[in-house]
């Protein structure tokens, strides 16, 4: 595989349990947009030293609607991926309720990743390149690319 499949392998698994995530910090308090909005910050607190997806953007120089998900690479897809799923298991199997309580465990798990990253010498999310290329524009590419060879090929 090479980076532009993995990036989307991992993208596509970071949706579906992402879902999930949403579902079980509802489950565990986080209703509204805003609550969520803090609820998703605090994971990546916790996975970024701090950073917000705001300042997130902003050190990937990205623009205000850019998904921030769809400009990682794979290495920082999967740290989040790992983040989301620990996040969504620990809230589930500690059965943790109310906004705060929920908040903090997703800063904990997202706390716990990186700390496990520089354990093993890795390089910190927010020190990874930025990909040139969107998820949108790579899926846009292969689309186009499978067209392309429906339209070559002979008719029988």
């Known amino acids: 595989m090479d980076e532009d499949q993995k990036r989307l392998a ?10 999930l995530l949403v579902a079980a910090a509802k489950d565990a308090g986080v209703k509204s947009g805003l609550d969520y909005a803090i609820f998703q910050n605090c994971g990546y607190k916790g996975l970024y030293g701090g950073m917000t997806a705001k300042d997130i953007k902003a050190n990937k120089h990205l623009g205000k609607n850019d998904d921030i998900l769809d400009y990682m690479g794979h290495e920082e897809l999967a740290a989040n991926l790992f983040r989301t799923t620990q996040t969504e298991a620990k809230l589930r199997c500690e059965h943790i309720q109310g906004k705060e309580k929920t ?11 990186r700390d496990t990253i520089s354990r093993l010498g890795g390089t910190m999310p927010e020190n990874l390149p930025t990909p040139e290329k969107s998820i949108k524009q790579i899926e846009r590419e292969q689309k186009n690319l499978g067209k392309n060879k429906q339209q070559k090929a002979p008719h029988q």
Do not use: F, L, S
């Not at 908040?103 to 706390?111: D, L, P, R, S, T």
């Open 10 to 19: 991992i993208r596509k698994e970071m949706k579906k349990h992402n879902k």
């Open 103 to 113: 908040n903090q465990a997703h800063y904990e798990v997202g706390k716990e990743v």
